[in-house]
């Protein structure tokens, strides 16, 4: 008997906990006409600032659009450098570019896959006009904010957080989206909080950087008509402030339960009898690692392996989702040759390309599926 494929992500058994109730504020919604800023974003806004623990959070219209006005709000303007990761969505990269400012890549943590602050450092030894860093907590763990906020004070910098995929993450006990001047997050369907479609959110307590980010989003307007500054339209729409407000009740249990998949995971290749390290080059696979000072929310679960193309392959065919994220390091896309990058520049950025492979991991995984998908990765190995 043909075995059911395993997705990456199956966002129809969600629907079967929150689709009705979804349902039936987005009929609301309809009837009553409120389709731009809607009481539901002003309401969306206040609840999840007060579960990320920050003074403001601005409601937007995509992760990219939050990137961008964290980064603006913040103080980057034109001809300012910012510090940030070579292994990332694209999107790190073009927001800091549409501010005008100038994208500087510093290499990895091979562990962690964040930004390291070792490279960091010794950028900002040979530079002194660096302005900002933009770390990414990517796959749901953040960055080393320990180490981030000595060379904030040191050398006077702004820290925007991209948490794109971190909502709900910690560092220290601290949320994601409170750690930073400003931070990003993203709504897209495949996150662990998500919209049906296209969102974001800018979250911040400082009430300068939070005055602005309202301003750019509405094209520069605090009344109707008069324009202060030059924005943009980047709303929230209000369904999808709905969808997100309902959703926001159930992803502290979500994450647990991602959680809870990671745990075991590890307990069964840890039982596989695969080979198991710290080098791709060493052992079958590298498993991902969660540093004792974060809170990790398991966006991802990213393995290694020398062998990740043929592995892939091989899961393909057995019926189960995979995804690279990410397959080219940003300093080598050619949309950004002008940063005069060359291959070799960011080595651990590089390998991690090369090697890394997320298997299925959402909330209503059931243990039979990832029975299956450590099994199939052990067949690939026999």
């Known amino acids: 008997m043909k075995l059911a494929p395993i997705p990456m992500l199956d966002l129809s058994r969600q629907y079967t906990i929150v689709g009705e109730e979804i349902q039936a504020a987005l009929a609301e919604i309809g009837r009553a006409g409120r389709f731009v800023l809607g009481k539901e974003v002003q309401a969306f806004e206040t609840a999840a600032a007060a579960m990320l623990g920050t003074t403001h ?16 709000a913040a103080g980057v303007r034109p001809g300012d450098k910012v510090i940030t990761s070579p292994f990332s969505f694209f999107a ?21 896959f964040n930004l390291s602050p070792l490279t960091v450092t010794a ?32 050398h006077n910098l702004l820290l925007v957080e991209d948490a794109a995929q971190a909502f709900g993450a910690k560092w220290n006990g601290i949320p994601a989206g409170a750690l930073g001047d400003s931070a990003a997050f993203s709504f897209y369907p495949t996150k662990n909080l998500s919209a049906w479609g ?3 959110l800018v979250t911040t307590s400082d009430d300068t950087i939070a005055d602005r980010a309202n301003l750019l989003h509405v094209h520069g307007m605090r009344e109707r008509y008069f324009h202060e500054i030059v924005g943009w339209n980047a709303r929230m729409d209000t369904m999808q402030a709905a969808v997100l407000l309902i959703k926001l009740r159930h992803i502290e249990q979500w994450n647990l339960d991602r959680a809870r998949i990671a745990a075991r995971y590890h307990w069964l290749f840890a039982d596989s009898g695969l080979t198991l390290g710290t080098s791709a080059d060493a052992a079958d696979l590298v498993l991902p690692q969660t ?30 989702g995979t995804e690279i994220y990410y397959p080219l390091s940003l300093h080598q896309q050619q949309a950004l040759a002008s940063l005069d990058y060359v291959p070799g520049d960011f080595p651990h950025s590089e390998c991690a390309a090369r090697e890394v492979l997320a298997i299925p991991i959402f909330p ?3 243990e039979d599926e990832q029975d299956r998908v450590v099994e199939a990765i052990v067949a690939f190995h026999a």
């Open 57 to 72: 959070a601005i409601g937007c219209s995509s992760g990219t659009e939050a990137l961008w006005l964290a980064l603006d």
């Open 92 to 112: 790190t990269a073009s927001a800091i570019l549409r501010c005008g400012a100038q994208p500087v890549m510093a290499d990895i943590d091979p562990v962690t």
């Open 123 to 154: 950028i900002l030894e040979r530079n002194s006009d660096i302005k900002a860093v933009l770390p990414v907590h990517l796959y749901g763990q953040c960055a080393d904010f320990d180490a981030l906020n000595r060379l904030k004070i040191k």
């Open 198 to 200: 296209d969102a974001g």
């Open 291 to 320: 540093d004792p000072r974060a809170t990790h929310v398991w966006h991802q679960y990213v393995i290694r392996s020398s062998r990740r193309n043929d592995l892939r392959a091989h899961l393909t065919a057995s019926g189960i």
């Open 364 to 366: 209503e995984l059931r």
